[in-house]
């Protein structure tokens, strides 16, 4: 059975419970995410052939420390680096590199600032200079994956629904649906109850209710939806080689919907394709 708690109360671990979080909590993310959104804006002039994952990453850990904020991967169970960058066929958990970036790549840079103890986790693609037709309209379809399952978020509705919305558009495009990985609670901690799936029905998952904080996170193939994770133990890659994308947003259920908390300021949530 499915119980929530007033966050304010709550033990700072992941219990099963689902936190939710007052005016307070809001505000807090507010910071903790535009912080966040304002590191992938800067991100958007950098991504271009010749550069280096590794060089986005130092960005990363140096933007955090110039604001107050500690990168939330940062030596989290035993990853090394600020940031995650996932290139081409690469799902997520991508580890930043040496390897410079080519033209006609694609790639997602997952950021989780830690500010005053919130976290603010988003992710975004960068077309790494003129892409191919294909990669462009994958981009084109996760996004749009993305922000129809943040339109499904309302109280009373459960989430499934944000799943259902994900898949039947995914689908319909002739794209799959990452089943490996989904979506988490956030706030104080970094992954918490509940999880988010990315597919699935409208009448599935728990009841939303505001004040709950979560991601919404999908990983659209253009092939099929199977990933294996490498020996590194964090890369995860689609088996038949096909281009994945994501894009994430932190959101916070309200009364009258959601507040998505990671806009970009600048306007580029989706750097590289047309407005």
């Given amino acids: 059975m499915v119980t929530y708690?007033?966050?304010a109360?709550?033990?700072?671990?992941?219990?099963?419970?689902?936190r939710l979080y007052g005016e307070e909590g809001f505000a807090g993310m507010r910071k903790a995410c535009d912080l966040t959104a304002r590191c992938l804006d800067e991100l958007v002039p950098m991504v271009k052939p010749g550069v280096t994952t590794e060089a986005i990453d130092r960005f990363v850990f140096e933007f955090g420390?110039?604001?107050?904020?500690?990168?939330?991967?940062?030596?989290?169970?035993?990853?090394?680096?600020?940031?995650?960058?996932?290139?081409?066929?690469?799902?997520?958990?991508?580890?930043?590199?040496?390897?410079?970036?080519?033209?006609?790549?694609?790639?997602?840079?997952?950021?989780t600032y830690i500010l005053d103890g919130w976290h603010g986790d988003s992710s975004r693609m960068y077309p790494v200079g003129t892409i191919k037709r294909a990669a462009e309209r994958l981009l084109e379809v996760t996004y749009e994956?993305?922000?129809?399952?943040?339109?499904?978020?309302?109280?009373g509705?459960?989430?499934?629904?944000?799943?259902?919305?994900?898949?039947?558009?995914?689908?319909?495009?002739?794209c799959s649906v990452v089943r490996d990985f989904c979506g988490h609670g956030v706030g104080q901690l970094f992954h918490d109850a509940p999880n988010i799936l990315h597919y699935g029905t409208a009448d599935e998952g728990v009841e939303m209710r505001p004040g709950m904080i979560f991601t919404v996170e999908p990983m659209i193939n253009l092939g099929r939806p199977h990933v294996k994770v490498l020996s590194d133990g964090w890369?995860?890659?689609?088996?038949?080689?096909?281009?994945?994308a994501q894009y994430e947003h932190t959101i916070g259920v309200t009364d009258a919907g959601c507040e998505i908390f990671t806009l970009s300021p600048k306007k580029l949530d989706r750097p590289g394709l047309p407005a």
Avoid: F, W
């Fill in 5 to 7: 708690l007033d966050a």
């Fill in 9 to 18: 109360t709550a033990p700072l671990r992941n219990t099963g419970q689902i």
């Fill in 65 to 111: 420390m110039d604001h107050g904020a500690l990168p939330a991967t940062l030596n989290y169970r035993g990853y090394t680096k600020s940031s995650c960058t996932s290139i081409n066929h690469v799902v997520c958990h991508g580890i930043p590199d040496n390897k410079p970036l080519k033209e006609g790549d694609i790639v997602n840079i997952d950021v």
């Fill in 145 to 155: 994956c993305l922000m129809r399952g943040i339109a499904a978020i309302k109280p």
């Fill in 157 to 174: 509705a459960r989430t499934g629904a944000i799943g259902a919305a994900i898949q039947t558009y995914a689908e319909a495009e002739r």
């Fill in 235 to 244: 890369t995860a890659v689609t088996r038949d080689r096909s281009l994945s």
